[in-house]
């Protein structure tokens, strides 16, 4: 027989503890300097299309080479590499608009015409 007030009574029991969020993703920073190497590239790659000699690229490869050195998975590998690769395109479409320019600027010097150095 139990009594209502019994103080040697056992507690109520409480409902199970649910599982909360695990630890987060300790990747998190090499996908967003992966992303952001990406996004650094595209723009690189538009600015030197459009002559605007910023120079970008070199921040994508760094940034790119930045987010493989942090042990990626493989979306963040994945887009660090397309990051880097975007940015050596820009890289090297920036150094020959750099040479056209310089080349179109002294072959229509009128200093240069007709072989006077």
């Not at 103080?7 to 300097?33: D, E, I, K, R, T």
């Not at 990626?72 to 990051?83: C, F, R, S, V, Y």
Request: charged share 5%; glycine share 10%.
């Amino acid at each position: 027989m139990s009594f209502p007030n019994n103080p040697y009574q056992a507690p109520p029991s409480f409902p199970p503890v649910q599982p909360g969020y695990g630890p987060g993703n300790p990747n998190q920073g090499a996908m967003a300097l992966a992303i952001a190497s990406v996004a650094v590239g595209a723009i690189g790659f538009t600015s030197a299309c459009c002559c605007l000699f910023v120079p970008l690229p070199p921040i994508a490869i760094v940034l790119g080479v930045i987010a493989l050195t942090q042990k990626p998975d493989n979306t963040a590998k994945t887009l660090a590499i397309i990051g880097i690769a975007c940015g050596a395109l820009s890289l090297a479409l920036w150094i020959v608009m750099m040479i056209l320019g310089i080349a179109n600027a002294t072959l229509n010097n009128p200093q240069f015409r007709g072989g006077n150095f």
